[in-house]
């Protein structure tokens, strides 16, 4: 695909690792794992928001390019923010699987400005999706657009080289995979109990609300 080619255009990286899986849109699903394994962080560490002692916690297996994880962080995402992690109640983290180089990519361009600018670019990559992801020159469209999160040029060319970022971000993606059996996106983890498909506020309080005591 022409989007696949251009998303690697600076960055000299390999197309062979990781699967394109086909993200679903069916109803939210629950089926348990193993919560300490799922705790535990990949190379780069987990971004978390929320307090460490919250009683919820979400963990979001996503990729940049999917339009309903898109839509969740458009629809969902700013309400269960405000209600629920901004009062300390549920603390969450967006845990990286992408679907193809493109999505790769934008990846590795909210994780090498550090911590501090993860959601504010995920968020704008997510709020903006059309206007980079399905365009002829994506990479270009993504350059312009992280303008904004301070990246020049130059320093947007080396974190697409950055063989280190590369890696770790497949490895949280194929992590997500052998062990959690993650094969579609969005796909949430409360508590441990896995649920599949674009979630609503609505869908999401009935899972949280009791485990907080609401």
């Known amino acids: 695909m022409t989007t696949r080619r251009d998303a690697l255009k600076f960055s000299g ?3 062979g690792a990781g699967l394109a899986l086909p993200y679903l849109s069916r109803g939210a699903q629950a089926q348990g794992t193993d919560v300490a394994a799922l705790m535990q962080p990949g190379p780069l560490g987990d971004v978390w928001l929320g307090p460490p002692d919250a009683k ?3 963990i979001e297996y996503a990729s940049m390019t999917c339009s309903h994880c898109a839509a969740f962080h458009r629809n969902t995402w700013p309400t269960l923010k405000e209600r629920y992690i901004d009062t300390g109640k549920v603390r969450f983290t967006l845990r990286e699987f992408p679907l193809d180089p493109l999505a790769t990519a934008a990846f590795m361009l909210a994780r090498c400005e550090g911590d501090s600018k993860y959601y504010p ?3 704008l990559l997510f709020d903006q999706q059309p206007a980079w992801a399905f365009t002829p020159k994506p990479v270009d469209a ?3 657009m992280l303008r904004q999160a301070g990246y020049t ?6 974190c697409l080289k950055d063989q280190k970022v590369y890696g770790a971000v ?3 993606k194929q992590r997500g995979l052998d062990v959690f ?3 579609s996106t969005p796909t949430f983890f409360i508590n441990g109990e896995r649920y599949t498909g674009e979630m609503t506020v609505e869908g999401m309080e009935k899972v949280i609300k009791p485990i907080i005591g609401a």
């Open 56 to 58: 919820c916690t979400i």
């Open 153 to 158: 040029k130059q320093t947007f060319e080396a």
């Open 142 to 144: 993504l350059e312009q």
């Open 170 to 172: 497949n490895a949280v």
């Open 181 to 183: 059996k993650v094969d």
């Open 13 to 15: 990286l390999a197309l």
């Open 121 to 123: 670019i995920t968020d």
